[in-house]
T-cell receptor, first 116, second 114 residues
Framework: AQTVTQSQPEMSVQEAETVTLSCTYDTSENNYYLFWYKQPPSRQMILVIR??????QNATENRFSVNFQKAAKSFSLKISDSQLGDTAMYFC?????????????FGTGTRLQVTL | NAGVTQTPKFRILKIGQSMTLQCTQDMNHNYMYWYRQDPGMGLKLIYY???????DKGEVPNGYNVSRSTTEDFPLRLELAAPSQTSVYFC?????????????FGEGSRLTVL
């Protein structure tokens, strides 16, 4: 079974600064998908960014980018020019393409606070 | 564009009571999921469905039941509620990896069992 580990329960960053959230995972599969989801205080989970393991190029979405290190099984999220609206819980998640359903395995989350 | 709709948003149950959490999606997704979120524990998969009439257990299915009679609806039934079922429940849906694999979530249902 796959496991996802987020070792930073809480982080804080000042507005306009850059912050990196860490995620490691364990799998024996070669092809898989990784995601970062954001959960603001409203509770609804929103996809931030997605990475396919067979792609070497790191995914980027505006101010959000990842550092995907397949050999190290590491998938960190970098948020540039942090904004107050980035305050949320961030979950790293793993998806295997095998099996009959695209199920996500989540980490325990990192609570990010953006301050003035 | 409603997306994934869950009801109720909040509910308090007494030990031993039963209830159903409703979930409906209007995106014609084949895959639907129920997760529970406990403090500091991330999300755990309870049940999932790959299409109408097909359901399967996830990581933590005990104490729950589901049905999927239509593509749109995926209700979660709690029988004989216990304090250990106090949690926030999320329904989600997806096209699966035939598309981007992205899961679309509802706003969650906070359940307290006293």
């Amino acid at each position: 079974a796959q496991t996802v580990t987020q070792s930073q329960p809480e982080m804080s960053v000042q507005e306009a600064e850059t912050v990196t959230l860490s995620c490691t995972y364990d799998t024996s599969e070669n092809n898989y998908y990784l995601f970062w989801y954001k959960q603001p205080p409203s509770r609804q989970m929103i996809l931030v960014i997605r990475q396919e393991a067979y792609k070497q190029q790191n995914a980027t979405e505006n101010r959000f980018s990842v550092n995907f290190q397949k050999a190290a099984k590491s998938f960190s999220l970098k948020i540039s020019d942090s904004q107050l609206g980035d305050t949320a819980m961030y979950f790293c998640a793993f998806m295997s393409p095998t099996g009959t359903a695209s199920k996500l395995t989540f980490g325990t989350g990192t609570r990010l606070q953006v301050t003035l | 564009n409603a997306g994934v709709t869950q009801t109720p948003k909040f509910r308090i149950l007494k030990i031993g009571q039963s209830m159903t959490l409703q979930c409906t999606q209007d995106m014609n997704h084949n895959y639907m999921y129920w997760y529970r979120q406990d403090p500091g524990m991330g999300l755990k998969l309870i049940y999932y469905s790959v299409g109408a009439g097909i359901t399967d257990k996830g990581e933590v299915p005990n104490g729950y039941n589901v049905s999927r009679s239509t593509t749109e609806d995926f209700p979660l039934r709690l029988e004989l509620a216990a304090p250990s079922q106090t949690s926030v429940y999320f329904c989600a849906s997806s096209f699966g990896l035939s598309n981007t694999g992205e899961l679309f979530f509802g706003e969650g249902s906070r359940l307290t069992v006293l």
